[in-house]
């Protein structure tokens, strides 16, 4: 068959289908809505597991986080080292197998002020080594080095939308900003990370932008030669092979908990396994939102053969006067099969528009991340053109098995 032939008999069907425009735009917007449900869910869904991965990236594959866990008095009664301890953080880098580095970190939200700007902020006493486990990187200035995590300097790094609240465009290297009654030098800026906290689900549970990062001795006052069993809110482990942070957060928590005289007090958090439970939770949205689209689907099919076998009642004589011209039963099921497509690829084609608008809909209103991509929009267009094939072969079928006589004598 040329491509003359195929024109025609798009040509013709879309004459047939325009004599019925109402009834046709009402047939077709059952695909438009099931369409644009995939290419919507599809793209959720992707930007979901790409935002999952890249929040994950920034925590790192290769890290294990410790945690404070509550306690109850009775198990502070028992124990005198309940809770996590900023000496723990060197005995886990030196007492378990494959770790790299260890950081403890102290969390402080209190008022940070430069002149006359102040706002209240995230303050983070961590170690030296903190920057180089979550792989910080700098826009201007240097990180916090080893000296000043020994000597207690009262020096700061910023992050970079903080930067930007307290010093506008100004260079704040060399500059100072107030922490609660204390002033600290800025030392260096980081560059913009990239976690977004609006997104459902995020598993970054900190915006460093917002941040100021300080030695743990300056935040607290006391070094930890002077005060090792100094209560830290979480030790940040970066272990030497990240694919087996699973057996070394066995390895750490056994470690810790004999360290803690058997009191289980803290929360070993892994990376990877969150990402783990992300994607399964990813799978589980999309197995729902993906049967409610195979519904629209299927409900817009059933319109469109609804449409064609009224078509092939109204046509009867039609269909008739064809045959007696010479027309085949393969000319007549390729007529109306036609006809199904073009109502079918028509609606996909829109269905893809409007699945493109809803996902762009969705990131600017909800704050969600989306992402569209081409095996989504091919899946999209290769279900119209299934939902076409499928439910309009009866009709095309039925059509051309009318016998010419009988077909002709149909009033």
């Given at each position: 068959?040329?491509?003359?032939?195929?024109?025609?008999f798009?040509?013709?069907?879309?004459?047939?289908?325009?004599?019925?425009k109402?009834?046709?735009?009402?047939?077709?917007?059952?695909?438009?809505?099931?369409?644009?449900?995939?290419?919507?869910?599809?793209?959720?869904?992707?930007?979901?597991?790409?935002?999952?991965?890249?929040?994950?990236?920034?925590?790192?594959?290769?890290?294990?986080?410790?945690?404070?866990?509550?306690?109850?008095?009775?198990?502070?009664?028992?124990?005198r080292?309940?809770?996590?301890?900023?000496?723990?953080?060197?005995?886990?880098?030196?007492?378990?197998?494959?770790?790299?580095?260890?950081?403890?970190?102290?969390?402080?939200?209190?008022?940070?002020?430069?002149?006359?700007?102040?706002?209240?902020a995230?303050?983070?006493?961590?170690?030296?080594?903190?920057?180089?486990?979550?792989?910080?990187?700098?826009?201007?200035?240097?990180?916090l080095?080893?000296?000043?995590?020994?000597?207690?300097?009262?020096?700061c790094?910023?992050?970079?939308?903080?930067?930007?609240l307290?010093?506008?465009?100004?260079?704040?290297?060399?500059?100072?900003?107030?922490?609660?009654?204390?002033?600290?030098?800025?030392?260096?800026?980081?560059?913009?990370?990239?976690?977004?906290?609006?997104?459902?689900?995020?598993?970054?549970?900190?915006?460093?932008?917002?941040?100021?990062?300080?030695?743990?001795?300056?935040?607290?006052?006391?070094?930890?030669?002077?005060?090792?069993?100094?209560?830290?809110?979480?030790?940040?482990?970066?272990?030497?092979?990240?694919?087996?942070?699973?057996?070394?957060?066995?390895?750490l928590?056994?470690?810790?908990?004999?360290?803690?005289?058997?009191?289980?007090?803290?929360?070993?958090?892994?990376?990877?396994?969150?990402?783990?439970?992300?994607?399964?939770?990813?799978?589980?949205?999309?197995v729902?939102?993906?049967?409610?689209?195979?519904?629209?689907?299927?409900?817009?099919?059933?319109?469109?053969?609804?449409?064609?076998?009224?078509?092939?009642?109204?046509r009867?004589?039609?269909?008739?006067?064809?045959?007696?011209?010479?027309?085949?039963?393969?000319?007549?099921?390729?007529?109306?099969?036609?006809?199904?497509?073009?109502?079918?690829?028509?609606?996909g084609?829109?269905?893809?528009?409007?699945?493109?608008?809803?996902?762009?809909?969705?990131?600017?209103?909800?704050g969600?991340?989306?992402?569209?991509?081409?095996?989504?929009?091919?899946?999209?267009?290769?279900?119209?053109?299934?939902?076409?094939?499928?439910f309009?072969?009866?009709?095309?079928?039925?059509?051309?098995?009318?016998?010419?006589?009988?077909?002709?004598?149909?009033?």
């Amino acid at each position: 068959m040329t491509l003359a032939e195929i024109g025609g008999f798009f040509a013709i069907a879309a004459e047939a289908l325009g004599r019925y425009k109402l009834r046709t735009s009402l047939s077709v917007l059952g695909v438009i809505l099931g369409v644009a449900a995939v290419i919507a869910m599809m793209s959720v869904s992707d930007g979901a597991r790409r935002e999952a991965l890249r929040q994950v990236e920034q925590l790192g594959l290769d890290n294990l986080v410790v945690r404070n866990r509550g306690f109850t008095a009775a198990e502070a009664m028992a124990s005198r080292r309940v809770g996590l301890r900023a000496a723990d953080a060197a005995k886990l880098a030196s007492a378990v197998p494959l770790v790299r580095a260890a950081s403890p970190l102290v969390e402080r939200y209190v008022p940070v002020a430069r002149g006359g700007k102040g706002l209240m902020a995230r303050v983070l006493g961590v170690g030296s080594s903190y920057a180089s486990i979550l792989r910080l990187q700098l826009d201007r200035g240097r990180l916090l080095s080893p000296v000043d995590e020994q000597q207690g300097a009262r020096v700061c790094v910023l992050g970079s939308a903080l930067a930007q609240l307290l010093f506008g465009f100004r260079d704040p290297i060399g500059e100072s900003v107030q922490v609660q009654t204390e002033y600290y030098e800025v030392v260096g800026v980081l560059r913009e990370q990239g976690a977004d906290l609006r997104t459902p689900g995020t598993l970054a549970w900190r915006d460093l932008n917002q941040a100021a990062l300080v030695p743990l001795a300056a935040l607290s006052g006391r070094s930890l030669e002077i005060d090792p069993a100094m209560r830290v809110d979480e030790i940040w482990v970066q272990a030497e092979d990240g694919e087996r942070v699973e057996a070394i957060g066995q390895v750490l928590a056994r470690t810790l908990t004999s360290l803690h005289r058997g009191v289980v007090d803290f929360d070993v958090v892994i990376p990877r396994e969150l990402l783990a439970q992300r994607y399964r939770t990813q799978q589980t949205f999309s197995v729902v939102v993906g049967s409610v689209a195979a519904l629209a689907l299927l409900v817009g099919g059933i319109g469109i053969m609804n449409i064609m076998l009224t078509s092939v009642m109204e046509r009867t004589h039609e269909i008739g006067i064809r045959r007696t011209v010479g027309a085949t039963r393969r000319h007549v099921t390729l007529q109306f099969l036609s006809e199904s497509l073009l109502m079918t690829l028509g609606g996909g084609l829109l269905g893809i528009a409007a699945g493109v608008g809803a996902s762009w809909g969705i990131t600017a209103y909800a704050g969600w991340s989306t992402h569209i991509s081409p095996a989504a929009i091919a899946l999209a267009f290769f279900v119209s053109f299934l939902v076409g094939v499928v439910f309009g072969l009866y009709p095309a079928v039925k059509a051309a098995h009318l016998e010419p006589v009988d077909a002709v004598r149909y009033e």
